[in-house]
């Protein structure tokens, strides 16, 4: 992992649109993604306390080990924060959101709750 560090000041007041947001747009409106590497995926999380410190020193002591899971984790994240972004900007349009982001939602929702009730 690249020892870069990033700086999130993006709390939305709720943790799914702070996610959905996880990147800057640029004046010509394009996209670049801040959540670059599984590092900072666990750094967004520690500054908007999802996770404490502890939690996030053990979760990249287990990417340094286990770095192919680490890159799934992150491929995943990406997936679904690139979905909220969708379902989010189509309701902000007045639009109906797209059927392929809502079916990367609903996947995802069942195995989110199940650890939430843990």
Same mark, same amino acid.
């Given at each position: 992992m690249d020892d870069h560090h990033t700086e999130f000041d993006i709390n939305s007041g709720a943790l799914c649109l702070s996610f959905?947001? *996880?990147?800057?747009i640029s004046a010509s409106d394009t996209?670049?993604?801040? !959540?670059?590497?599984?590092?900072d995926l666990i750094k967004w *999380?520690? =500054?908007?306390?999802? !996770?404490?410190? =502890? =939690? *996030?020193?053990?979760? $990249?002591h287990r990417a340094n080990q286990?770095?192919?899971e680490a890159a799934t984790i992150l491929q995943?994240?990406?997936?679904?924060r690139r979905a909220?972004?969708?379902i989010f900007a189509a309701i902000a349009h007045h639009k109906s959101p797209d059927p392929t982001d809502l079916d990367v939602l609903n996947t995802?929702?069942?195995?989110? $709750?199940a650890h939430q009730l843990n």
């Amino acid at each position: 992992m690249d020892d870069h560090h990033t700086e999130f000041d993006i709390n939305s007041g709720a943790l799914c649109l702070s996610f959905a947001n *996880a990147f800057n747009i640029s004046a010509s409106d394009t996209h670049e993604e801040m !959540i670059k590497e599984y590092a900072d995926l666990i750094k967004w *999380a520690q =500054t908007l306390e999802v !996770i404490d410190d =502890t =939690t *996030a020193q053990s979760l $990249l002591h287990r990417a340094n080990q286990h770095p192919d899971e680490a890159a799934t984790i992150l491929q995943s994240a990406w997936s679904l924060r690139r979905a909220l972004f969708g379902i989010f900007a189509a309701i902000a349009h007045h639009k109906s959101p797209d059927p392929t982001d809502l079916d990367v939602l609903n996947t995802r929702l069942p195995e989110t $709750l199940a650890h939430q009730l843990n």
